[in-house]
């Protein structure tokens, strides 16, 4: 198993800010996954971020807004750039299970529930 | 489109047993895995199937059956604390997981 870090737990943030999640694993792990959860809805991932390399972005998030840092194997952030209302939700950090490659499980971080005023 | 279909919300009696189901419609399989999440808490991992058929795990059992793009999760002796959302998920061919919006689940005395 993995035992996942994020802070902060939530916050509350003004219109037009930026706000940086972190996110600790506890072991080497190649990807990291950011997901945001709207409220009452499913997971979204927002992109896949890989050390060494530019993070993936799923379709429809983009870097300007969602900046991501990898800078080793065990520790990853992102940001939420120029804040809306619209970007009110939980934003969840996971790793997927070292044992089960491409199928591994999936371990999810206790999540940083953001409120924008 | 990549569609995962799951009730958006059920009721069951404490000691009963629950069947919630889910199917799904994606670009190839890789598996299927359910999760449960607590209202305010991180989904947390609960089976994972990837050949038809049955497993069991405690009073938690989960089906799948490919060729009718179906699955579901069965609860059995349920208690209060089971009251949380239920999470289907699909490995896409990409190994993509796609979501299915949770089932919440409500345990009544």
């Known amino acids: 198993s993995a035992v996942i870090s994020q802070k902060p737990s939530r916050d509350i943030c003004q219109r037009g800010t930026s706000l940086t999640i972190q996110c600790q694993v506890d072991?080497?792990?190649?990807?990291m996954f950011w997901y945001r959860q709207q409220p009452g809805q499913s997971l979204t991932l927002i992109a896949t971020a890989n050390q060494g390399s530019e993070a993936t972005y799923e379709s429809g998030f983009v870097i300007d807004k969602f900046p991501i840092s990898r800078p080793n194997l065990t520790f990853s952030t992102l940001t939420v750039s120029n804040m809306s209302p619209e970007d009110s939700s939980i934003y969840l950090c996971s790793v997927r299970s070292g044992t089960g490659g491409d199928t591994g499980e999936l371990f999810f971080g206790e999540g940083s529930r953001l409120t924008v005023l | 489109g990549q569609n995962i279909d799951q009730p958006t919300e059920m009721t069951a009696t404490e000691g009963a047993i629950v069947q919630i189901n889910c199917t799904y419609q994606t670009s190839g399989f890789n598996g299927l895995f359910w999760y449960q999440q607590h209202a305010g808490e991180a989904p947390t991992f609960l089976s994972y199937?990837?050949l038809d058929g049955l497993e069991e795990k405690g009073r938690f059992s989960s089906f799948l059956s490919r060729s009718k793009g179906y699955s579901y999760l069965l609860l059995k002796e349920l208690q209060m604390k089971d009251s949380a959302s239920y999470l289907c998920?699909?490995?896409?061919?990409?190994?993509?997981?796609?979501w299915g919006a949770g089932t919440k689940l409500i345990i009544k005395p």
């Open positions: 998920a699909v490995l896409d061919s990409n190994y993509q997981l796609i």
């Open positions: 199937n990837v």
């Open positions: 072991s080497q792990v190649t990807m």
